[in-house]
């Protein structure tokens, strides 16, 4: 029986890199859509509005898994196996399921329809993940 080897640190600071632009990625579009809909806003009053808005929740999935990324990057011993997990979770967070009913999916599709600064970071995104395996 083989055990997969974990990824190397430069995969994972990678595949970290790759999240974190689609994740400001993704921000920048919801603060264009957000100030269509309710005017310019400051840095300071958009920030309040990702951190605390219903409507930004959607985000969440993401933020966490870049989170469970860097806790996984910090880990030793058990852990070191982690960031396989992680990239297995993005690799489904990712997946463009165009039918599905899931906050993150619907809103994710939608923004990639409209962007091509999306769509670049999400190949991007994927490319750190084919380093994973």
Partial sequence: MTTASPP???ACAALRKALLHLHRTL????RIAYEKRHGRQSAGEFLQVMAYADEMRWLEPLSRLIVMLDEAMDADGD?????QAVAERARALLRLDRDSSDAFATRYAMYFDASPDLAHAHAAALAA???QD
Avoid: G, M, N, T
């Fill in 79 to 83: 852990a070191a196996l982690a960031p």
């Fill in 27 to 30: 921000v920048e579009q919801e």
């Fill in 129 to 131: 993940l084919k380093v």
């Fill in 8 to 10: 190397s640190p430069q």
